[in-house]
């Protein structure tokens, strides 16, 4: 089993910026690799951006390239999500999920969810 709480979202101007977080516990956190989501209503959950066990590999959705930055801290059991120049459209529940093999793309590639933390965009 493994646990994530995510933390950190809010609203703000757009322009602004936000930094989510996901702690982590359960499970050898190190091993695995990270995910973010986010799924506006109405809308599928799609990707944000997902980084490999070792924190050296980062992917992004096109929409959030140079704005949004993944990193992990293995030693906290940590994953954030640095968020800049937010966009009202980045207005979302953002999720964080840990990767059943590697990294993926796709929701069905992740196996553990977080509760999810609200991000609104005005503006």
Do not use: H
């Not at 950190?8 to 602004?16: M, R, T």
């Amino acid at each position: 089993q493994v646990q994530l709480v995510e933390s950190g979202g809010g609203l703000v101007q757009a322009g602004g910026s936000l930094r989510l977080s996901c702690a982590a516990s359960g499970r050898t956190f190190s091993r695995y690799g990270m995910g973010w989501f986010r799924q506006a209503p109405g809308k599928d959950r799609d990707f944000v951006a997902a980084i490999n066990w070792s924190g050296g590999s980062t992917y992004y959705a096109d929409s959030v390239k140079g704005r949004f930055t993944i990193s992990r801290d293995n030693a906290k059991r940590t994953v954030s999500l640095q968020m800049n120049s937010l966009k009202p459209e980045d207005t979302a529940v953002y999720y964080c999920a840990t990767a059943r093999d590697g990294y993926g793309y796709y929701a069905r590639e992740y196996d553990y969810w977080g509760q999810g933390t609200q991000v609104t965009v005005s503006s």
